[in-house]
């Protein structure tokens, strides 16, 4: 992730050209061989400058290692490029190729102004980290006359508000203790790892859906509508529904562009063909997030878990029948957290062997919890027990009295002050990054 | 509706009169807190931010010790006091480095001039580390009143004095730990003397000894100068200076790059360098560790006499009438 002056021709060049092929796509009207071919050149430049500069050395590495275990390695050595990935890359690619997808299936018309298509493209609060919108969500948004709307104004800076709190309080937070337990994981108990991993579940959940809160918030006070990209994903009932709640704009496009086609196309293998376009599906998402394996075995656990559910599903509603839904909920509840928690050491591990070691210090290390101060661990679940605490609500519609859409005027405005003087006085302010911006 | 349309409805005088009465309410409350947390800070008369206060403002010691987590957990002050016959400080703070160091040694530099100072320098101190920016954070609260530190607390950040015009900013995530430094709970743990700086760790490291081989890093330009800096300071202001490398349980293969740079400053300067990094009495003795890289009190207590005993060695091997010499006291063995 890195941004570069020359980097801007870049993104020029997939507007132009992906502008140009969605009116060349409509315009081939009838003409299917045609119309396939601007689909397929499209998906030639973008996934082509998607591979250059995300997976090259990723696929080249892995070529000449599986070249050296078959003993045919040459005397050259693999041609790895020094180049920086362009910050946003991935998110505008995917939208493009969605954008012109959609004009492919003909479920919308291309776009014929190239300052519109460009500004779909670039709109900035979401061109780093989303969310990846849909051109027939977002576009006609660009036709319409912007005028000034104190209501989007408030509750944009409300969304931001928001949004502030979950990434300096809640994610950086948690950052500093996170990173400071797993760079010496070795020598942490099992207790310290544990509790570091299961915050790490949330400092991901609070830094991306802040993020997106941040680019929303920002995009309705200019009157636009962004699409959510979180509904309380710690809050899944399991896998499959985590992932409906969970970096939706994501997940949606490879539902739209990538499962659903398989499984059409494969719909004579039955469950097999279900199960096939998930396994692609998640190693799809897994490797969108970065050229490591760590990332395809992350979505490989994705797509297995759901599989299992899938399998099981009659299994677990008899259960569920002889169990109290609150218990029941719950459990289930807990359960895909601790999965999530488990993916997410992956995750974040850059080898597989740092994975390991992650685990085996889980149930090996011995020793006494490391929290830093009392304060740290007291800023930490402040933090995470507001947020969960809000989704909670939300989640269940918990209704009573409200500070932050309270009637009273007075009181709503004290309660947002109230928010942003405890962002200044427990909020980390020494520029952690969003964690998305890199990938 | 447009823009004229809202104007011309008293919409837009409306929304922006509102917004104004949210700020000014954020000012008041910002004002108010603020002041409030600075007003319990500087009341404190125990605990972490005590001490860094205290070595701000009121120490009158004759021999400060500087450092961070290493310094303030090693070297025990009434161990120096006893045997040096001389008032001592523990200036260490966990998680500071050569900046704080320097805040500190400046600010004292300003009410008087100590006779000796010993710099507890770590392995890879001088590693290019954006962390080791982020701690001059434990400076913010004395911008005000400490225009010595201005420099270096811009080193955390160019905005930095534009941050400052919040008043609880320089208190951000201090506010449990000024809370408790108003209650007496500082006061009743673990045999702390606040008075003295130094804070004694009990607990007792019971893995295996690890090996460490140094690697080539970035350096940072910014704590070589500020090394250099001290080191120039002490010598115009005839401060006796040692700089002291503490022992950790971890084996290193090979010279680290900040200790090889700081061992040739201190040649050049003239400057007495002890290295305990490599020190093999330690590496037998896991009970003297409370981690890999801190020592417990058992350990601190050795370790200090073995930097009394290096400095008397030092003071012996030098010139005898020196007026900043101790009236030394051999250790008992």
Redesign the interface.
Known sequence: MYVKVEYVFIILFIIITNYLIGIQIEKANNNKKRRAFYLNLSLLINLGILIFFKYWNFLIGNLFDFLGLIHLKSAVSAPFLDIALPIGLSYYIFQTIGYIMDVYRGSIQAEKSISQFGLFTLFFPKLLVGPIERANRFLPQLKKNIYFDQENIIEGGKRIAWGLFKKLVVADRIAIYHTTVIVSADHQSGGTILLSCLLYTFQVYADFSGYTDIALGTARMFGFDLMENFKRPLLARNISDFWRRWHISLSSWVNDYIFNPLVLKRRDWGIWGVFYGLLVSFIVIGIWHGAAWNYVLFGLLQAIAIIYEATTKKARKRISKKISPVIYNNVSILLTFLFITFSLIIFQSSTFSEATNIIKGIFLNSGELYYDKPSTLLFMLIGCGVMMMVDIKVEYRISGYSLFSNKSWVIQQISYALLLIYILIAGVFDGGQFIYFAF | ???IE?IKEK??PA?IA?AI??LF??II??FT?GNTLRYLYFKQDSGLLYRTTYSLDSTKAELLIFGSSTANHHYNPSIFEKRLNTSVYNTGRDGNTIFYNYAVFQSVLKRYIPKVAILDFNVEEFKVYPDNY?RI?SLLPYYQTHPELHSIIQLK?PYEKY?LL?K??P???????IL?GNTDFNRTRDNINDDKGYVPLS?VW??EL?TQTAVSYQLDSNKINFLKSLIGESKSNGIRLYISISPRFIKYEGEDLSVEIVRKIANESNIPFFDFSKDTLFWKHNEYFA??SHLNNTGATIFSNMVIDKIIQNQQSTLINNKNNFSLKTRKK
């Open positions: 509706m447009t823009l809202k919409k837009l929304f509102k009465l949210f309410l954020l409350l910002d807190i982020d954070s950040s941050k919040s609880i900013y208190y951000n995530s201090l506010i449990f730990t408790v607990h019971h893995r690890t981690d890999r």
